[in-house]
């Protein structure tokens, strides 16, 4: 890995850590504005090293996308604990940007469920059933589609055929680092790719239909191994505009975690 989704700027900015964007967090939809799983990541950055306690470990992230995070000027990034506990405690993080009087103000918040962990291997168990080997998935050009952005940061490789019927399935490998010069953690690197379940689970063409996230929310029974992340998911869609994703993330050992999107569902206009 060479390339990074964000720069850190400065640790010690006073409305939290600053940092910069790069090409690789611009969207699909915009390239001024970041996509969504580089947003995600970043706040479980900050969600982990909150008091980070070795005894205890997300099971439960929430984030909500409060406007659009734009790609260019400063981000902060503040956290606390909002409720402590021996066993249990809540974390939450926001991603703050510039708004219009160049006061920041948060675009972005994560809130995680953090759990004391306890030896439970002997009752190890998931219902979902494992997503073929990466070894028989397909790769797909999509970066020749967009200026440098999101797409070109991640080996990208279908299962199923896009827009088929049925849930679509796909493996995905972040390529970049999260912030220049670190490592990512193992949930890092799913956030990194999470978001992407709205894409692999469509069923509308990007051509005639925008169909934006608002939040996701991954309950994770397992913390995930290896550099490959499976999506399993589909996506449902109501008569008023608004859909949802519901969809399985997976490692190459099997399923470790569940996710969530709401979906705001528009036609494109006519060009």
């Known amino acids: 890995m060479t390339d990074s989704y964000y720069e850190l700027v400065d640790a010690a900015d006073p409305h939290g850590?600053?940092?910069?964007?790069?090409?690789?967090?611009?969207?699909?939809?915009?390239?001024k504005i970041q996509h969504a799983a580089p947003v995600s990541a970043l706040l479980v950055r900050a969600l982990e090293r909150t008091h980070a306690r070795p005894d205890t470990r997300l099971s439960r992230v929430a984030v909500d996308l409060l406007g659009p995070v734009p790609v260019e000027g400063p981000l902060w990034v503040r956290s606390q604990i909002e409720?402590?506990?021996?066993?249990?405690e809540l974390v939450g993080a926001e991603l703050l940007a510039p708004g219009p009087d160049e006061t920041p103000r948060p675009v972005a918040r994560a809130t995680g469920w953090r759990l004391q962990t306890l030896e439970t291997g002997a009752i190890e168990h998931a219902s979902?059933?494992?997503l073929r080997p990466v070894g028989e998935a397909r790769a797909m050009n999509m970066r020749q589609n967009w200026d440098r952005n999101y797409v070109h940061s991640v080996d990208w490789r279908w299962l199923t055929t896009p827009l088929a019927p049925g849930d679509g399935e796909a493996w995905i490998m972040p390529v970049a680092h999260l912030v220049a010069g670190e490592s990512m953690t193992?949930?890092?690197?799913?956030f990194a790719v999470a978001d992407?379940?709205?894409?692999?689970?469509?069923?509308?063409?990007?051509?005639?239909?925008?169909f934006l996230n608002t939040d996701l929310v991954v309950h994770l029974h397992r913390i995930p191994d290896g550099e490959w992340i499976g999506i399993r998911a589909q996506t449902n869609y109501g008569p008023d505009g608004i859909g949802a994703t519901i969809g399985t993330l997976f490692d190459e050992r099997g399923a470790v975690a569940a996710i969530q999107q709401s979906v705001l569902v528009r036609r494109r206009e006519p060009k």
Request: proline share 7%.
């Open 17 to 31: 850590e600053r940092f910069a964007a790069t090409d690789l967090a611009r969207g699909t939809w915009s390239a």
């Open 83 to 88: 409720r402590t506990g021996r066993q249990i």
């Open 128 to 130: 979902a059933p494992p």
């Open 186 to 190: 193992p949930l890092q690197r799913l």
């Open 196 to 210: 992407d379940a709205n894409g692999v689970g469509t069923k509308l063409d990007i051509t005639k239909w925008t």
